[in-house]
């Protein structure tokens, strides 16, 4: 199921492109928020003055590469020391319930 699921996202990818995946904010805060798959969500934090008060807002699709990507650039910028996790999770995913479970059991 899961290189189904990769192949899908590939497909999905092409014919519905979404142009988001993260803003930055303020580079002095330590502060980052995840939209999870909330698009919406992750276009009105950007455009509000939150955003002078977190370090990056983005989203977050997948339990594997996404969950990869979000560690990389926590690892990349030592400041960040608060996640902030809402939204929607994907349907078919649980990158929201991964990340929680990564918090709560480690790597």
């Not at 993260?22 to 330590?30: E, F, V």
């Not at 939150?50 to 977050?60: A, E, K, P, S, T």
Request: with cysteine.
């Amino acid at each position: 199921m899961n290189n189904l699921g990769n192949w899908i996202g590939e497909i999905c990818a092409v014919i519905l492109p979404i142009n988001e995946k993260s803003y930055n904010g303020n580079s002095n805060s330590s502060i980052a928020v995840c939209t999870l798959s909330s698009i919406d969500l992750l276009r009105k934090i950007s455009k509000s003055d939150l955003m002078n008060d977190i370090y990056i807002v983005g989203r977050l699709l997948s339990e594997n590469k996404g969950i990869d990507s979000m560690i990389q650039h926590v690892n990349q910028n030592k400041k960040i020391n608060k996640i902030i996790v809402c939204g929607k999770e994907v349907w078919g995913h649980k990158a929201g319930h991964s990340l929680f479970q990564l918090h709560q059991n480690g790597i």
